[in-house]
């Protein structure tokens, strides 16, 4: 049997969760970010032959991926655009910590992703590490509720370091921000990016997929693009 009939089999026996919102008028947005329109553009009403929709959103609209290039300056070694980013850094091992009991207010320490790997196993080099907080709960229209974008909980400095130096490839949270609300000047997305880090924001169903998975994302290859919309596949 061939390797791509192995995997092809493999694939078949394991569940696979959507860990993508969907993209619709009204979603929650970063406050000072464009928001997402969906307008018709053509219709059999209209007496075309198909129907057509046109799309107008922010790069970080959704469950998106952030390129460095989002923080990072030209120049940096770490910068790079979202069409320039590797495609590995869109697969592979994934591991999801559960802080679901945080509050708005708080923030992942380093001590706690340390806590976590003594509890369950280590953080590898290439992996890709998800934090739950649950966040999720709150992604509902605009007109009922902001509080999925008003305040949220993060990882801090030390805890964004810590993941620098395990190596891992990207990072991803059920938040609007991989920084809290309530931290200062972004320091997170600092120290991921500018290590060439990425970074995933938006996720969903996280609970799903609680310790080990193995990921896919598929970001829309922007050129120049500071970030892009991406569905992304969990197999558990």
């Known amino acids: 049997m061939s390797k791509v009939s192995q995997l092809a089999e493999l694939l078949s026996t394991m569940k696979v969760v959507d860990l993508s919102h969907t993209l619709e008028e009204n979603m929650p947005v970063v406050q000072s970010h464009s928001r997402y329109y969906h307008t018709l553009l053509d219709s059999f009403e209209t007496g075309s032959i198909a129907l057509a929709y046109q799309l107008m959103m922010s790069e970080h609209c959704g469950t998106h991926m952030d390129a460095t290039a989002h923080f990072i300056q030209e120049g940096h070694p770490a910068h790079l ?13 994934a591991l999801t910590l559960d802080f679901s009991h945080y509050t708005a207010k708080d923030e992942v320490t380093a001590e706690e992703i340390e806590r976590w790997e003594r509890d369950n196993q280590p953080i590898l080099a290439g992996d890709i590490v998800f934090f739950r907080f649950g966040w999720d709960r ?24 810590l993941l ?65 919309p991406m569905r992304a596949l969990a197999f558990v």
């Open 138 to 161: 709150y992604w509902v229209p605009r007109t009922k509720s902001l509080d999925f974008s008003v305040a949220w909980p993060g990882i801090n400095k030390e805890a964004a370091e």
């Open 81 to 93: 655009y979202m069409d320039e980013t590797p495609v590995a850094k869109f697969y592979g091992r």
């Open 164 to 228: 620098v130096a395990r190596d891992i490839k990207v990072v991803g949270c059920d938040a609007i921000a991989i920084d809290g609300s309530s931290a200062d000047k972004s320091p997170a997305h600092y120290v991921l990016l500018g290590n060439g880090v990425n970074i995933i924001e938006n996720l969903t169903r996280l609970d799903q997929i609680l310790g080990e998975s193995y990921v896919m994302v598929a970001p829309l290859k922007v050129k120049q693009g500071s970030g892009a």
